[in-house]
């Protein structure tokens, strides 16, 4: 499987399950509508739909793409790490009980671990036409 190239800081986070300062993500306070991919893959992770503001300091999400998280129990055996199923890359930990949504669970995630894509207007063609027939002509 071909995966994108990472900076250092990147392989970092992903490779090696680091974690960026808080507040210091792109991602963080980012609330355009489209999809966030994995950063190592590009598999889709997670709908802006599902994204929150938690002042946490990294992105927060309460739900993902249904089969694109695999949850592992992480190292320091108190929390759940969460990667993307797809490649194994590290995107940070789910947390539950805080009461920041409905869904009571949060997908804290490093910026570094994602790439955004941005949702597609559904541009449709339109036709106008003139009343006059010989006004709408443009000669060049």
């Given at each position: 499987?071909?995966?994108?190239?990472?900076?250092?800081?990147?392989?970092y986070?992903?490779?090696?399950?680091?974690t960026?300062y808080?507040?210091?993500?792109?991602?963080?306070d980012f609330?355009e509508?489209?999809v966030?991919?994995?950063?190592?893959?590009?598999?889709?992770?997670?709908?802006?739909?599902?994204?929150?503001k938690?002042?946490?300091?990294?992105?927060?999400?309460?739900?993902?793409?249904?089969?694109?998280?695999?949850?592992?129990?992480?190292?320091?055996?108190?929390?759940?790490?969460?990667?993307?199923?797809?490649?194994?890359?590290?995107?940070?930990h789910?947390?539950?009980?805080?009461?920041?949504?409905?869904?009571?669970?949060?997908?804290?995630?490093?910026?570094?671990?994602?790439?955004?894509?941005?949702?597609?207007?559904?541009?449709?063609?339109?036709?106008?036409?003139?009343g006059?027939?010989?006004g709408?002509?443009?000669?060049?």
């Open positions: 499987m071909k995966y994108n190239n990472l900076t250092e800081d990147e392989k986070i992903i490779e090696q399950k680091g960026e808080p507040f210091s993500g792109i991602y963080n609330y509508e489209g966030y991919l994995c950063k190592k893959c590009n598999a889709p992770l997670y709908k802006s739909e599902d994204k929150f938690s002042s946490c300091g990294w992105p927060s999400f309460d739900d993902e793409i249904v089969g694109a998280i695999k949850k592992v129990p992480d190292i320091d055996g108190r929390r759940v790490e969460i990667v993307c199923q797809k490649c194994g890359g590290h995107l940070g789910i947390f539950e009980g805080e009461g920041f949504t409905s869904k009571n669970i949060r997908h804290c995630v490093n910026s570094l671990s994602l790439n955004f894509k941005l949702k597609k207007e559904n541009l449709k063609k339109a036709y106008f036409a003139a006059c027939f010989w709408v002509f443009n000669k060049k």
